[in-house]
């Protein structure tokens, strides 16, 4: 009967070790993974705020109306929209989906105005103004995704 008790107890013993050592091993890998991919987001994400700032200083220029200028925002625009698609390939999705609403935002005012650029015009602040919440909420996130040590589930 002794025997019986102690092998029980060991094999349970065994089972709940596997069980642990797993655990840990699941852990391990998410902390892995999350270290490997802290250096490809935070230059995603630097790159995605630098271009963004180099639209807000383009929005800012006096020289709005003129074709140089709709030649120099055009394409910075599209190279906000390939930096926010280099954003959501390293993630993760909240951050992913920060960086499209800030391009969709700037596309959306861009539109709007056809080649909108804020001047003093109040309606043009508001507009202005429009942009700095969703990339402040990008940011935000960003920052939280690359701060995150891999103690949090899921990426």
Not at 37 to 66: K, V, W
Request: net charge negative; glycine share 8%.
């Amino acid at each position: 009967m002794t025997a019986l008790v102690s092998n029980r107890w060991t094999h349970r013993m065994a089972r709940e070790q596997l069980e642990a050592q797993s655990h840990q091993a699941d852990q391990q890998r998410r902390f892995d993974l999350r270290t490997e991919l802290r250096e490809p987001r935070q230059l995603a994400y630097s790159e995605f705020i630098a271009q963004a700032h180099r639209i807000q200083e383009l929005a800012g220029t006096t020289c709005r109306d003129s074709d140089e200028w709709k030649g120099r925002i055009l394409p910075a625009v599209q190279e906000l929209g390939k930096l926010g698609a280099s954003v959501a390939v390293v993630g993760p999705a909240a951050v992913a989906a920060r960086a499209a609403g800030f391009v969709q935002a700037t596309i959306g005012l861009l539109r709007h105005a056809g080649g909108w650029v804020p001047s003093e015009r109040s309606e043009d602040l508001a507009a202005a103004v429009a942009l700095v919440a969703p990339l402040d909420a990008f940011i935000e996130a960003a920052r939280k995704a690359y701060e995150d040590d891999g103690s949090n589930v899921g990426t």
